[in-house]
């Protein structure tokens, strides 16, 4: 079974316009809410996928019940700590004449810093049947800022992989705790590393820097464009398919899934970032976040190229 914990999930309100105007009403053509934010959009793609997943974070309100109950009406195993705050809710908004795609956040309202013990404890509780733990996405305001360095050091001591989706202090302090892979993008990794990326050598130093604070591997994407994957001695580009993106929101986090995937089944780096890379990509031909199909992962895992640095 591969967990997949996230502190901050999100209603997701995805609108479709056929064409958008600003300053102006608009009527969307098609309104769709489902269950979202990075952790159950890595747990939506792997269940997509036929693997075993249990969800688990933090809900609240109304909002949190209709997570609840969309997850069940797609079959995927949840856990959650209920929580006095109401879950938050993000929108999309897609405009199919400018071929835009726009993503309006609200933020999430910070928890009681005792809400985290129970949550830690289903962690926990869960690890002797948890293959991959998986933890994605910021942490609410006033969290403990430590809790992905515990999660991550529970499953170390247990011998189980972890990728982690993360930033800013929450990574820092995770990655001594040495998780098996950490996935920033190019701006957290700047931001991590504490000096400028301008170019491939400044972009292979700050990789190696990050791995030697304590992952195995990294992977840092840059939205549409290459990834590049590393284990502090090798490093490979990974160029994903060509495609015509529908909705791109969640194709980071189904990238995450594709590389838990692949943990689970023993790959190689480059071999998990091919089924990364397509998993990203079938993600965006799809809407909503998340939702993308089994058939486009397999027909787009031979599109990927992986090529050495």
Partial sequence: MILCLGTTP??????????????????????????????????RTL?????????????????????????DRAGIPHDFVAVAPKTRTCTTVIDIAAGTVTELVEETAP???????????IVEANLCRTDVLVLSGSLPPQAPLDFYARCTRLARLSNIPVVLDARGEPLL?????????????????????????????????????LIHQGPRWAVITDGPRDAIASDGKQ??????????A??????????????????????????ACRLGAACGAANALNSPAGHGRREDVERLLTEVKITGM
Avoid: C
């Fill in 10 to 43: 999100t209603v997701q309100r995805t609108m479709t316009f056929d064409r958008l105007t600003l300053n102006a009403v608009n009527r969307a053509a098609t309104m769709r809410e489902s269950a979202s934010g990075k952790s159950l959009n890595v747990a």
């Fill in 47 to 71: 269940h997509t996928l036929g693997q075993a997943v249990l969800a688990v974070g933090f809900l609240g309100g109304d909002s949190g019940q209709l997570i609840r109950t969309d997850l």
């Fill in 111 to 121: 928890v009681d810093p005792r809400d985290y013990v129970p949550l830690l404890k």
């Fill in 173 to 209: 302090q995770a990655l001594a705790e040495k998780p098996t892979v950490v996935k920033p993008n190019r701006q957290e990794l700047q931001e991590t590393v504490s000096f400028p990326i301008d170019d491939e050598s400044s972009m292979q130093a700050a990789i190696r820097e």
């Fill in 235 to 244: 490093f490979w580009r990974i160029t994903p398919p060509t495609i015509v």
């Fill in 246 to 271: 529908v909705n791109p929101i969640g194709s980071g986090d189904a990238l995450g899934a594709g590389l838990a995937m692949a943990l689970l089944e023993g790959h190689d780096l480059p071999t």
